[in-house]
């Protein structure tokens, strides 16, 4: 079966009460509302525990929803606007590098890379506004239309924010080898 | 350090939190269902306080502030006022004394002049 259809089907179950079918749900998105929380909030356990909020508030709106594309659309968007509510909030300006202390099971990263890592770590350093874009672009390879749609931001302002964005990121990542170079030589 | 794009998608790429996170979400669709109210930290716990008051801490901190300003400087206004008021009534007390003073001294000086005159 398609993962359209069989997503289509699962939500028809879960709308019925059939507990396995909403499982089936969260397996299939639970890595998108995690990375975007871990990438976005830079705390393994803070995405996690922002993960299960989402999938809470999904099961108490699972009525509301028409379709497995629908569903996809509605729980990034919710995944999206309750990290920037948490970064309101509390004031959350993240100083310290990613954390990499979780263990992300299973289908984790093999072959992580040195650069990959880095790269993580420094995203993590920039904006708010810019790493969301970053995390929508590079993560989720969101087109600049719909990143501007879910952050209610004009286009123009998405690509600048990107273009700022990648700037920045060279500028750190170019900054930190030259330190390292420094502190080797 | 140069990255191409497609390095920044790898590093980004989306990693799954695996079978505990599923048990871990339907235990509490479960125990939502079975009526509890679930809260997953003391953080989520304040933040639920915050929003069945229908206000948020950074608005209540806003608010507790301008408060705060506005009623010491409330206070130092009225303390002024006070200050202007006494001062007031202490110089017409000085210069009813004053008048008290000139007036019996007239009087006296009037009767050292003409003794007979009483």
Redo the contacts between chains.
């Keep these: 079966m398609e993962p359209e259809a069989r997503m289509d089907t699962a939500l028809q179950r879960a709308r019925q009460g059939d507990?396995a079918a909403?499982?089936e749900i969260?397996?299939e998105h639970?890595?998108?509302v995690?990375?975007i929380g871990?990438?976005y909030l830079g705390d393994?356990w803070l995405?996690?525990?922002l993960?299960?909020?989402v999938?809470?508030q999904l099961?108490q709106n699972l009525g509301a929803i028409q379709s497995a594309n629908h569903l996809s659309h509605w729980v990034r968007r919710v995944a999206v606007h309750r990290c920037i509510d948490h970064s309101?909030?509390k004031?959350f300006r993240r100083e310290s590098p990613l954390d990499e202390s979780h263990e992300?099971?299973?289908?984790?990263?093999p072959g992580d890379?040195f650069?990959?890592?880095?790269?993580?770590q420094t995203?993590a350093q920039l904006r708010d506004k810019e790493r969301m874009v970053?995390?929508l672009r590079?993560?989720e390879?969101l087109e600049l239309a719909e990143i501007a749609e879910l952050l209610n931001m004009p286009l123009n302002s998405v690509k600048s924010t990107l273009f700022r964005a990648l700037q920045n990121?060279?500028g750190k990542?170019?900054r930190?080898?030259k330190e390292a170079r420094y502190a080797f030589f | 350090?140069?990255?191409s794009?497609d390095?920044?998608?790898?590093?980004?790429?989306?990693?799954?939190?695996?079978?505990?996170?599923?048990q871990?979400?339907?235990a509490?669709?479960?125990q939502?269902q079975a009526g509890g109210v679930t809260r997953?930290?003391a953080?989520?716990r304040f933040?639920g306080f915050w929003h069945l008051l229908g206000l948020?801490?950074?608005l209540v901190g806003t608010i507790v502030a301008v408060l705060a300003v506005g009623g010491s400087l409330g206070m130092m206004k009225y303390r002024q006022a006070q200050e202007a008021r006494a001062g007031e009534a202490a110089k017409r007390q000085a210069l009813l004394a004053l008048h008290i003073t000139n007036a019996k001294l007239n009087h006296v000086f009037e009767r050292a002049k003409n003794p007979q005159s009483e």
């Excluded at chain 1, 992300?104 to 990263?109: D, E, I, Q």
């Excluded at chain 1, 650069?115 to 993580?120: A, E, I, N, Y």
Aim: hydrophobic share 40%; glycine share 6%; charged share 30%.
């Design positions: 507990s909403f499982a969260v397996r639970q890595g998108m995690f990375s871990w990438h393994a995405a996690e525990d993960g299960q909020e999938f809470l099961y309101r909030r004031y992300v099971a299973a289908n984790g990263k890379s650069l990959s890592k880095r790269l993580r995203v970053i995390v590079y993560q390879e990121l060279r990542m170019s930190q080898v | 350090m140069h990255f794009d390095e920044l998608r790898e590093a980004l790429r989306r990693k799954d939190p695996g079978e505990a996170f599923t871990k979400v339907t509490r669709v479960a939502q997953s930290s953080g989520t933040r948020r801490p950074v």
